[in-house]
């Protein structure tokens, strides 16, 4: 309630530059430490701006740690969150033996070795559907009528030192991507074996699954609608 957030900075902007208060509608909400390649939302506005002409108006007053990159109109009905089709995170860890200073705010530092080709193939296990209730908070089960949910597909790369995990899905729980990164940390370390996966699915089994790491590693990449 004290502190300044992203949809406060684009709705200042977005009054500067039209002269009418408005409230945005986000594509999903982002925990405090996350970062946004790609995020969506969108506005109502009796303004006749041009969509380019939003893009160079609202950057102009947007701080520098936020950018548009585009705009598109869209019918009345349209909603960012709840016409999103799919969304795909990335989570960025670095096993570099000293941690990088310039990054340590941008991705996990986990100095020990992964084994990439492992987790990749420990990845599918995660894909389909299923029922992800070890794989969430325990306070986000609580409001919700179901926690299974259908993932299309994950991997895992390296990039030089950096691994990074991506998943794509039409939805996903409280926690849920930083866990499952997490659970492949897990089971790459040897701490986890995959009938331990498999029985966090059928048993909902939070302690058959990895740590929930950090917010800084962990990326909204790119929104489908």
Excluded: W
Excluded at 136 to 161: H, M, N, Q
Excluded at 167 to 178: A, I, T
Aim: glycine share 8%.
């Amino acid at each position: 309630s004290n502190g300044i957030t992203v949809q406060e900075a684009i709705e200042t902007a977005i009054k500067e530059l039209i002269g009418e208060t408005v409230t945005i509608n986000g594509c999903s909400r982002t925990d405090a430490g996350v970062h946004a390649r790609e995020y969506c939302f969108n506005f109502f506005t009796k303004s006749t701006i041009p969509c380019d002409g939003f893009v160079k108006g609202i950057n102009a007053f947007l701080p520098t740690d936020i950018a548009v990159h585009s705009c598109a109109e869209v019918d009345d009905n349209f909603h960012a969150r709840f016409d999103t089709k799919s969304k795909e995170y990335i989570y960025r860890i670095s096993t570099l033996p000293i941690r990088d200073v310039f990054s340590e705010s941008l991705m996990l530092h986990h100095p020990y070795p992964l084994d990439a080709e492992k987790m990749d193939k420990t990845a599918q296990l995660f894909v389909g559907r299923h029922d992800f209730a070890a794989f969430c908070t325990a306070e986000s089960k609580t409001p919700l009528k179901s926690t299974v949910r259908e993932i299309s597909s994950a991997r895992v790369s390296r990039f030089g030192d950096v691994v990074e995990f991506c998943v794509s899905g039409g939805g996903f729980l409280h926690n849920m991507v930083r866990i499952l990164a997490g659970t492949l940390v897990y089971h790459s370390d040897g701490k986890l074996s995959d009938d331990d996966i498999i029985s966090a699915f059928s048993h909902g089994d939070r302690t058959k699954t990895g740590k929930t790491l950090p917010p800084q590693g962990l990326y909204l990449n790119k929104v489908n609608y």
